[in-house]
């Protein structure tokens, strides 16, 4: 099984389903221990994938199509891009600065809507003040250190 593969399994004591890599481990539901012998009800190659086949394994089979209707029309509950980290958004800011080291806040909100970061240039830049890497040199502007 390769590293990319998710596993959708029934466990046998409560019949509800749960993703897991292999065919180990416990059941999260009700902490039933589950063997090889635990039916293995998809594979699913993405944690997006994943989400939505044990939605769908855990709902009665008449409303099953329905559900994977709606969850299929909904990118924004499956496929949200994840921001990056605070220090990698930092480090990316840093490589936009200017000839004299420094970055203002249209630039740093530019670099965070591009990553959908949930944080504004403030927020960000104060965290990288506090850390000792900026210089806050006027209102929006600041100075990399380094």
Do not use: Y
Not at 67 to 84: T, V
Not at 89 to 118: F, P, Q, W, Y
Not at 132 to 140: E, N
Request: net charge negative; aromatic share 4%.
């Amino acid at each position: 099984m390769s590293e990319q593969t998710w596993l959708v399994i029934r466990c046998p004591g409560c019949q509800l389903c749960f993703g897991h890599r292999s065919v180990s481990g416990r059941c999260p539901h009700c902490g039933q221990r589950i063997g090889e012998g635990a039916e293995v009800c998809f594979r699913a190659s993405s944690s997006s994938e994943l989400r939505m086949e044990v939605a769908l394994a855990n709902t009665p089979e008449p409303l099953r199509d329905a559900l994977r209707e709606k969850l299929s029309g909904n990118e924004l509950l499956f496929d949200q891009p994840q921001a990056p980290s605070p220090n990698v958004l930092i480090d990316m800011v840093r490589r936009r600065c200017d000839e004299d080291n420094s970055v203002g806040r249209i630039t740093v909100n530019s670099i965070l809507a591009s990553k959908h970061a949930d944080m504004d240039a403030d927020g960000l830049m104060e965290r990288a003040e506090q850390e000792g890497l900026v210089l806050r040199t006027g209102d929006g502007r600041w100075q990399f250190l380094e």
